[in-house]
């Protein structure tokens, strides 16, 4: 198939501005696949991003992508134009300090999609290592398929020794990473999950995705889990990234438990390190995923074991992103957005 020259891309101009563009549109390198972008999920950190400009401008952002395979650069194995697949989110460079320590994900010189070091999934067309191409089996939606990367940042959560042992949890925020780790949660095992969540749709997705009981934050949380859990769930997962939240997380889990932060706080914390030692408390904290955590996510979408698509509340054009995200920023009650590739 002939490649057109150029593609429409979502381009940042500087904070909150974005733009629909034309870019032009290269070949793939060696050892890389052009992927034609089906779907992109939006991110609260893409959100992040846009409203403060953090990679300046000229700037693609998208990083939970799935698409098909446009062409394959040379020296490319087993892969072939027409494949579906989603794409990771980026490629240590193999060579740096932290990637010879065994932090690949942690690398500051390798490509990353969506974040300033090329272009991200909101755009027509993307290149990539072929490493970072996942290929699934068709039939597969690939709006629900770009949500693998979320459930992957949950499966990384919970892919902790001290955290998998536990059999029961309490997830603060049911967004699309409070969604994943509670998913993440069934998966492994954890057998008594609840959530507390403030919107009613929200709720209800938790409920979908196997909670045994959804808490509104209106409600009397801590003498409802007080009941349930006695001295407290072993596990408390902070997934909205306020002050309050993390601390109502410290005060919810019970004496030599976890609280895992996974959602994004910029503020200063006003932090009292005594309750923490008199409870001999465990904090621990992820961003992102692995390349293996991303397949396993694939994986269990892929087999029916997970189902995204009810979170997917709205799929919208490409040309409809900058609205998105200004709605998104305003409050808008979703899930997740998904920008389809084809829809106009």
Same mark, same amino acid.
């Given at each position: 198939?002939?490649?057109?020259?150029?593609?429409?891309?979502?381009?940042?101009?500087?904070?909150?501005?974005?733009?629909?563009?034309?870019?032009?549109?290269?070949?793939?390198?060696?050892?890389?696949?052009?992927?034609?972008?089906?779907?992109?999920?939006?991110?609260?950190?893409?959100?992040?991003?846009?409203?403060?400009?953090?990679?300046?401008?000229?700037?693609?952002?998208?990083?939970?992508?799935?698409?098909?395979?446009?062409?394959?650069?040379?020296?490319?194995?087993?892969?072939?134009?027409?494949?579906?697949?989603?794409?990771?989110?980026?490629?240590?460079?193999?060579?740096?300090?932290?990637?010879?320590?065994?932090?690949?994900?942690?690398?500051?010189?390798?490509?990353?999609?969506?974040?300033?070091?090329?272009?991200?999934?909101?755009?027509?067309?993307?290149?990539?290592?072929?490493?970072?191409?996942?290929?699934?089996?068709?039939?597969?939606?690939?709006?629900?398929?770009?949500?693998?990367?979320?459930?992957?940042?949950?499966? /990384?959560? =919970? +892919?902790?020794? $001290?955290?998998?042992? *536990?059999?029961? @949890?309490?997830?603060? #925020?049911? %967004? &699309?990473?409070?969604?994943?780790?509670?998913?993440?949660?069934?998966?492994?095992?954890?057998?008594?999950?609840?959530?507390?969540?403030?919107?009613?749709?929200?709720?209800?997705?938790?409920?979908?995705?196997?909670?045994? /009981?959804? =808490? +509104?934050?209106? $409600?009397?949380?801590? *003498?409802?889990? @007080?009941?349930?859990? #006695?001295? %407290? &769930?072993?596990?408390?997962?902070?997934?909205?990234?306020?002050?309050?939240?993390?601390?109502?997380?410290?005060?919810?889990?019970?004496?030599?438990?976890?609280?895992?932060?996974?959602?994004?706080?910029?503020?200063?914390?006003?932090?009292?390190?005594?309750?923490?030692?008199?409870?001999?408390?465990?904090?621990?904290?992820?961003?992102?995923?692995?390349?293996?955590?991303?397949?396993?996510?694939?994986?269990?979408?892929?087999?029916?074991?997970?189902?995204?698509?009810?979170?997917?509340?709205?799929?919208?054009?490409?040309?409809?992103?900058?609205?998105?995200?200004?709605?998104?920023?305003?409050?808008?009650?979703?899930?997740?957005?998904?920008?389809?590739?084809?829809?106009?």
């Amino acid at each position: 198939m002939r490649l057109p020259e150029r593609m429409r891309a979502v381009v940042q101009h500087g904070p909150r501005d974005l733009r629909v563009e034309e870019l032009p549109l290269a070949a793939p390198r060696p050892g890389e696949v052009l992927v034609r972008v089906r779907a992109t999920g939006i991110c609260g950190s893409d959100l992040h991003f846009w409203k403060h400009a953090t990679y300046g401008s000229g700037v693609v952002l998208g990083h939970e992508v799935a698409g098909e395979l446009a062409a394959v650069g040379e020296g490319v194995r087993g892969l072939a134009p027409g494949a579906l697949g989603a794409v990771h989110t980026g490629a240590p460079c193999g060579r740096c300090e932290r990637c010879r320590a065994g932090l690949g994900s942690h690398c500051r010189d390798g490509i990353s999609l969506g974040n300033g070091k090329g272009i991200g999934g909101l755009a027509e067309f993307v290149a990539v290592p072929a490493v970072c191409f996942i290929p699934v089996s068709g039939g597969l939606d690939p709006g629900a398929l770009c949500f693998a990367e979320p459930l992957a940042n949950g499966l /990384r959560c =919970l +892919d902790h020794p $001290e955290v998998r042992q *536990a059999k029961s @949890a309490l997830v603060i #925020g049911a %967004g &699309p990473i409070g969604l994943s780790c509670l998913a993440a949660a069934r998966v492994y095992g954890v057998s008594d999950v609840w959530v507390v969540e403030g919107r009613a749709r929200r709720r209800e997705a938790a409920l979908r995705l196997g909670a045994e /009981r959804v =808490l +509104d934050p209106a $409600e009397d949380v801590r *003498a409802e889990v @007080a009941r349930r859990f #006695g001295p %407290g &769930p072993e596990l408390v997962i902070e997934a909205v990234g306020l002050p309050e939240t993390i601390e109502r997380a410290q005060r919810l889990v019970r004496p030599r438990g976890t609280v895992f932060l996974m959602g994004l706080c910029l503020d200063e914390l006003p932090m009292r390190p005594i309750r923490w030692l008199l409870n001999e408390l465990t904090l621990r904290s992820s961003l992102g995923c692995e390349l293996e955590e991303h397949r396993r996510a694939v994986e269990l979408i892929g087999s029916g074991a997970i189902d995204a698509a009810p979170l997917i509340t709205r799929r919208i054009a490409l040309s409809e992103a900058p609205e998105a995200f200004a709605a998104l920023a305003a409050g808008a009650d979703e899930i997740k957005v998904v920008v389809e590739h084809g829809r106009g």
